[in-house]
């Protein structure tokens, strides 16, 4: 079945440095590809997201683009903030069963240092 | 908009008592979705609807846990017997109907459940 898998966490930066967290995923189909950010005590929001293949989506200074090739979709910001400190879900909305339900990743937490 | 609701915030309960937690949908979305979310096992779909109707339970853990979907814009989640192993964040998410990969799924704020 479909997959998401993320890189393991967590990542420790300091302020003002470059932010990649690697999502690569399998799927049946085309599916469509979310980044989620959950903050300490809160839900799930979306972050951005990717319809079809080289899609970039972006938001807040975050961008991930949709490679189809490489069937990633990595998630960079080039210059974090400590309020970027957070848990990042990379996801995919699978197409076979025909309701389109999410498969998340393990999720990545980040702590951005000052 | 107001929003996927969460009621209650947070739950604290003794191990085998019943536990309901309830959610109200944005209005308009035709799909609901429960899911769990632990250190251990990360963030887990438990059961989604459609339009009222139970689409897939396959990720309930046992038969102590239940959702109903009464109406568009109320659903429930039952935990009884409640026990330790079931403390958890527990979240509701919902999204439009329409037959499409690219419809964004809106999550509420959580429920924090600790059994004792």
């Known amino acids: 079945g479909d997959s998401v898998t993320q890189m393991e966490g967590p990542v420790t930066l300091s302020e003002e440095a470059f932010l990649t967290i690697n999502c690569t995923y399998t799927?049946?189909?085309?599916?469509?590809l979310f980044w989620y950010v959950q903050y300490p005590g809160e839900g799930l929001q979306l972050l951005l997201k990717a319809t079809k293949a080289d899609d970039k989506g972006s938001n807040k200074g975050f961008e991930a683009t949709y490679r189809k090739e490489t069937t990633s979709f990595h998630l960079e910001k080039g210059s974090v903030q400590v309020s970027d400190s957070a848990v990042y879900f990379c996801a995919l909305s699978e197409t076979t069963s025909g309701t389109y339900k999410y498969i998340f990743g393990t999720g990545t937490r980040l702590k951005v240092l000052a | 908009d107001a929003g996927v609701i969460q009621s209650p915030r947070h739950e604290v309960t003794e191990m085998g008592q019943e536990v309901t937690l309830r959610c109200k949908p944005i209005s308009g979305h035709d799909y609901l979705f429960w899911y769990r979310q632990t250190m251990m096992r990360g963030l887990e779909l438990l059961i989604y609807?459609?339009?009222?109707?139970?689409?897939?339970d396959s990720g309930m853990p046992e038969d102590r846990f239940s959702a109903k979907m009464p109406n568009a814009s109320f659903s429930t989640l039952k935990i009884q017997p409640s026990e330790p192993r079931d403390s958890a964040v527990y979240f509701c998410?919902?999204?439009?109907?329409?037959?499409?990969?690219?419809?964004?799924?809106?999550f509420g704020p959580g429920t924090r459940l600790t059994v004792l």
């Open positions: 799927a049946t189909g085309y599916p469509s």
């Open positions: 609807f459609n339009n009222n109707v139970p689409i897939d």
């Open positions: 998410a919902s999204r439009r109907g329409t037959a499409s990969s690219t419809d964004t799924q809106y």
